[in-house]
């Protein structure tokens, strides 16, 4: 029982360049949810999604895109990453909503 | 501004004291919950109080909520050079999210 995977653990990008931040658990939740992390600023929301099918912007969405692909998986993805984008990105997941969320151990981004 | 803040900011004490730490929000909420983060890994949960709880307790952890004054404090009991980290309230505002504070940082001295 993996609880809540990501990958990659670290990325290092270029200005311009486009990732995708891959997400998985294994613990048949239906909200999963995508946050990113700075120094002393705690944990923003960037989308979520309350259940498989739907999606919805957090407190920090630009430049940022999701994809429920299905129950399990939700991807970030950066079309074109700028240095604001240098954060530690997790991924959570919680049933039901707003309960406890489990964590991922983050992926390191770094925009050069 | 963020919803929850937590106050102090950054808290050093020797192994067998006691820490606490308060988080103070804005608006009404449905819980709110406290998480801890060791340096360099992901948020682990470790208590859920909801809006019509006054305290819980869990091990040598103890949590309050007072939805009159909007805050919250956690008490970690006889801390451990474990206990270092830091730890982070979260509110949830809506049925779907939460929102998390900045966070209070840890030190716990042997």
């Known amino acids: 029982n993996a609880g809540v995977t990501q990958t990659p653990k670290f990325q290092v990008l270029k200005t311009g360049q486009s990732m995708t931040l891959q997400c998985a658990q294994d613990?048949?939740?239906?909200?999963m949810y995508w946050y990113r992390q700075d120094p002393g600023m705690g944990l923003r929301l960037i989308y979520y999604?309350?259940?498989?099918?739907?999606?919805d912007k957090g407190e920090v969405p630009n430049g940022y895109n999701v994809s429920r692909l299905n129950k399990r998986e939700f991807s970030l993805r950066l079309e074109s990453a700028a240095p604001s984008q240098t954060s530690v990105y997790f991924c959570?997941?919680?049933?039901?909503?707003?309960?406890?969320?489990?964590f991922g151990p983050g992926t390191r981004l770094t925009v050069l | 501004s963020q919803q929850g803040e937590e106050d102090p900011q950054a808290l050093s004490i020797q192994e067998g004291e006691n820490a606490t730490m308060n988080c103070s929000y804005k608006?009404?909420?449905?819980?709110l919950q406290w998480y801890r983060q060791n340096s360099g890994r992901g948020l682990v949960h470790l208590i859920l109080?909801?809006?019509?709880?006054r305290e819980k307790h869990s091990g040598r952890l103890r949590v309050t909520l007072d939805t009159s004054k909007k805050s919250s404090s956690l008490l970690i009991t006889a801390s451990r050079a474990a206990d270092t980290a830091s730890y982070f309230c979260?509110?949830?505002?809506?049925?779907?999210?939460?929102?998390f504070g900045t966070g209070t940082r840890l030190q716990v001295f042997p």
């Open positions: 613990m048949n939740h239906n909200s």
């Open positions: 999604s309350a259940s498989e099918g739907t999606t």
């Open positions: 608006t009404s909420i449905n819980n």
């Open positions: 109080i909801r809006s019509n709880e």
């Open positions: 979260a509110t949830a505002l809506w049925a779907d999210k939460l929102i």
């Open positions: 959570a997941s919680s049933d039901p909503p707003a309960d406890t969320q489990y």
